[in-house]
């Protein structure tokens, strides 16, 4: 990469995953899925609070950003949690109640399952190679 193309960007903070109710999703993130919650301050501009979340000792979080015009609830995000083993982790969220897709095992892929939060928003969690 030469000096003209550089970008003063140098890592990346959150990704912002859009819910219906901040309190119910920060119970499934916590409860179900057990992360912390990492910050949850009121922004009046926001129409709501800034709620970040994260499995314990992840650098990126999830900010949980009230659902609005244009930003619709129940997408697919894009977002791949890692474990060191998907098929454990797959059965202990059904017993706690969470919607998981089937494990999938591919040739040359790491095992992943599919997560779906309280609105539908589409997870992945991806075993680790």
């Known amino acids: 990469m030469n000096e003209e193309n550089r970008t003063p960007i140098t890592d990346m903070r959150t990704v912002g995953v859009p819910v219906t109710d901040q309190d119910r999703a920060v119970e499934f ?3 179900k899925l057990g992360f912390e919650k990492r910050l949850d301050t009121p922004v009046e501009q926001f ?16 900010a949980l950003v009230p659902t609005r015009e244009g930003v619709p609830t129940g997408v697919e995000t894009g977002v791949r949690f890692t474990t060191e083993d998907a098929a454990a982790v797959r059965t202990d969220l059904q ?14 892929v790491p095992p992943m399952f599919a997560v779906h939060d309280q609105d539908g928003n589409g997870l992945e969690i991806v ?3």
Do not use: K, S
């Not at 129409?47 to 999830?62: M, Y």
């Not at 017993?95 to 040359?108: C, K, M, Q």
């Open 127 to 129: 075993e680790q190679a």
């Open 29 to 31: 993130y916590v409860e």
């Open 47 to 62: 129409g709501g609070r800034w709620i970040e979340v994260a499995p314990p000792g992840a650098a990126i979080t999830i």
């Open 95 to 108: 017993t706690r109640g969470v919607d998981v897709g089937e494990l999938l095992r591919w040739p040359g």
